[in-house]
């Protein structure tokens, strides 16, 4: 068991460019789910897949925000036209079918 | 999902057992109590989760009162390495269809020498 994993682990960018992330869950999760996380703060939802199909978006993923999960196993998330506001922790979780969700270690975005 | 409420904070002398207290009076009788923790700056590690029986494994024992309106999740013995906020929230389980997972802002366990 691998555990999830997320690349890249911190990124810098000015304020105004394109940045994506990528997930790879664990191997035999159908569940990928996409969370941010400011300083102080619990994570926050953004959205999840089941298998390639989106099933929910927060009101949070604005639409400089999109998130694909192609195949069915990785996902990515881009964020466009970054702003100051999006610098945070972006949390990837996998779990089977509602089970437990298990956590990647974050990507650390700082918008400058 | 059910909102949930800890302490903000809480200390504990290493080698004592660390109790966290968690409220969730409005949980659903499908819903399951899950706590996670997070060492700084690190991705949430999930740590034990339950129905309505106490449960225990390697990492903690936890514990959920008969109405199910509250749970205490213990440390054995803590450690210094036990030191990170720990997360209560309440979610509906497997096959279902159970999506977010709805955090607060958990309780900051700082384990003292």
């Known amino acids: 068991d691998t555990g999830v994993s997320q690349n890249p682990r911190h990124k810098i960018t000015k304020r105004g460019q394109n940045v994506t992330f990528r997930c790879d869950p664990i191997?035999?999760?159908?569940?990928l789910y996409w969370y941010r996380q400011t300083l102080g703060q619990g994570p926050e939802f953004l959205t999840y897949?089941?298998?390639?199909?989106?099933?929910?978006k927060s009101r949070l993923l604005s639409d400089r925000f999109s998130a694909e999960r192609p195949k069915g196993s990785f996902s990515t998330l881009e964020i466009q036209r970054t702003e100051q506001g999006d610098s945070a922790m972006y949390l990837c979780?996998?779990?089977?079918?509602?089970?437990?969700?298990?956590f990647g270690p974050g990507t650390r975005l700082l918008v400058l | 999902d059910a909102k949930t409420t800890q302490p903000t904070s809480m200390d504990c002398a290493e080698g004592r057992a660390a109790n966290l207290p968690c409220n969730h009076s409005?949980?659903?009788?499908?819903?399951?109590v899950y706590w996670y923790r997070q060492i700084h700056s690190q991705g949430p590690q999930y740590i034990i989760h339950?129905?309505?029986n106490n449960e225990t494994n390697e990492m903690a024992s936890l514990i959920i009162t008969e109405d199910r309106k509250s749970s205490t999740l213990i440390l054995p013995h803590a450690t210094l390495r036990d030191t990170a906020v720990y997360y209560c929230?309440?979610?509906?389980?497997?096959?279902?269809?159970?999506?977010?997972?709805?955090f607060g802002d958990g309780t900051t366990l700082t384990v003292k020498p």
């Open positions: 409005t949980i659903s009788g499908n819903e399951y």
């Open positions: 929230i309440v979610r509906a389980g497997y096959n279902t269809n159970a999506g977010k997972s709805t």
């Open positions: 339950g129905l309505k």
């Open positions: 191997s035999e999760h159908n569940r």
């Open positions: 897949f089941q298998n390639e199909a989106q099933l929910e």
């Open positions: 979780a996998s779990s089977s079918s509602g089970g437990t969700q298990y």
